[in-house]
């Protein structure tokens, strides 16, 4: 294998997770890695779309040690007449304090909006009891 586990290519992965019937599995298989950026891989189990998966990298100089990366599963393609369902697979990516504080900040403005609102129609309200 001459990519690292960042070009596109195919490469020899361990996955796990929890399949349809809830039962933890660890399966290895291929993971398919398109030049536009699509994942996907086959397994002998079906998954839910939305579930999330953790993808190891096997065969390469880089799999001592390799850390498992955490997918969702975007899409489900039933199972082949071979047994094996096809599955796409995006990314997830942890949240890091920045995009953590932008997300904190947003919503603290987005609360004092609501509540300023909320303060006017008190305030309309309590205009229009008070006048004849």
Known sequence: MGNSFNDPGDYRIEISGWGLDNN???ERTDLLWTSEGGKRVQLRRTLREGAIVFIRLLASEQANGSVPVAYEVREVIPMDR?????????????????????????KL????KRERNLHEVVRAQQQEEVLP
Do not use: T, Y
């Open 24 to 26: 933890f599995f660890v």
């Open 82 to 106: 071979n047994g094996r369902c096809q599955i796409q697979l995006e990314r997830l990516h942890p949240l890091g304090k920045e995009s953590s504080k932008r997300k904190n900040a947003s």
């Open 109 to 112: 403005s987005e609360d004092s």
